[in-house]
């Protein structure tokens, strides 16, 4: 239900661009989101949006991701510039209505 895209691997300094898409069948979005699971480490929120607008980044990111969303055809997208190797993990799309969405992920590898 929702299906995510732009997963690739890029040189450290490069940038990504992940699209997520929410099926019809999921109706009501609030916030759209990414969390990503690192090697090593537990699953974190990556950045966040609400069908307002207002966005949230984690401290890692803050000046190098921004997340944007399309409420009309709710879909968002993560823009991840300046990449590092601390960054490379599976990004998992998220919606939430009166539940949690969970896309299947997309790989993220950065190379040093």
């Known amino acids: 239900q929702l299906v995510e895209s732009g997963g690739g691997l890029v040189q450290a300094g490069g940038s990504l661009r992940l699209s997520c898409a929410a099926s019809?069948?999921?109706?009501?979005?609030?916030?759209m989101g990414w969390f990503r699971q690192t090697p090593g480490k537990q699953r974190e929120l990556v950045a966040v949006?609400?069908?307002?607008?207002?966005?949230n980044y984690a401290a890692s990111v803050r000046d190098r991701f921004i997340i944007s969303r399309d409420n009309s055809k709710n879909t968002v997208t993560l823009q991840m510039n300046n990449l590092k190797p601390e960054d490379t993990g599976v990004y998992y799309c998220?919606?939430?209505?009166?539940?949690?969405?969970w896309g299947p992920g997309t790989q993220v590898t950065v190379s040093s």
């Open positions: 019809e069948t999921i109706f009501s979005i609030n916030s």
């Open positions: 949006i609400t069908n307002g607008g207002s966005s």
């Open positions: 998220t919606a939430m209505t009166g539940r949690l969405y």
